[in-house]
């Protein structure tokens, strides 16, 4: 049986849910909200395959600028899994541990550990389900495995990266009947790029579509700088899953491949020193669920990422 409790105190909210059978072995899971921050919004970019020397101002000029902002945290350092795969690390990013938790080790999702592992979408709809959630993406995968259905709304049909940023666009400038506070997106084409050509700042196909998805970010971007103008409280994230050489993505000890960048921005908080902390795939979540301001015992538990506010 689940049991929920709602303990008023001032600008804190505890929901206690314990195990649906209580007769086996109750699991507490004390959920604290933050009512100064459950308000606030995400937006989270997802490139796959994002090799970190292609981030130059001449190839990516919008995410290299917005690196440079002072009210940013930025690496090409990211840690990704040690099996440099797309599996693994979507669903690092997405649930705040490694691999050796969630268990997905490859692209079949086979042996996952979701149900013990969720995503943080999961946490965010246990603490409160009014907040609209979403996951739009050109990996099917990831919505059909990794997320199912913790956000509001996370379709499983294929669509390429143009309708992934469409799709996007128009739920942040209300054109969609899909609304959403906290949004996921998956681009998917830079890496079918590298496989095809070659994952390099010196392959023309590939700094040239890493130029399109920067172009992609920046509108978004630029419209989440108007809903702040009008009272909103936006976090902008960029992130990859792994990085390239040559045409694959499979040594984990090259540096090309297991390394990748990682972009968190909002105008006024303050991030961790970018000189003084690598930040890793399971860091994502947590930074994600402190600044919504949503404490879960769970997850803090679970984790092996910090959140990369201050």
Known sequence: MKKIFFISIPLILLVVTCSKD?????????????????????LVVG????????????????????????NSYYT?????????????NWSSILTGVHMDKHNVTDNSFDNSNYNEYPSFFHYIEKANSDINTASIV??????AYTLSTDPDFSPTNSINDFEVFEHVKNILLNSSDIE?????????????????????????????YANILDSYSEELFNILKNRRA?????????????????TAHGDSSDPNIN??????????????????????QADIAPTILNFLGI????????????SVLE
Not at 24 to 42: A, F, G, H, Q, W
Not at 296 to 302: H, L, M
């Open 230 to 246: 009008n009272g909103e409280d936006w976090m902008f994230f960029i992130v990859s899953d792994h990085g390239g050489e040559g």
């Open 47 to 70: 490139i796959d395959g994002f090799r970190s020397d292609a981030m130059q101002e001449n190839i990516t000029p919008f995410i290299h600028n917005l690196s440079q902002t002072s």
């Open 138 to 143: 050109n990996w099917t995968p990831i919505n």
């Open 22 to 42: 209580d007769s086996i072995s109750p699991v507490e899971d004390i959920i604290t909200i933050d009512s100064l921050k459950i308000n606030r919004k995400v």
């Open 76 to 88: 090409d350092k990211h840690i990704v899994e040690s099996i440099t795969y797309s599996g693994p």
């Open 259 to 280: 390394q990748t960048i990682f972009l968190a921005q909002h105008p006024e908080l303050i991030f961790k020193a970018n000189c003084c902390y690598t930040s890793s």
């Open 180 to 208: 959403a506070d906290v949004l996921f997106l998956q681009f998917d084409e830079l890496d079918g790029t590298g496989h095809t050509y070659g994952f390099s700042p010196e392959v023309e196909e590939y700094t040239n």
């Open 295 to 306: 404490s879960s015992s769970e997850f803090e538990s679970n984790t092996d990422g910090s």
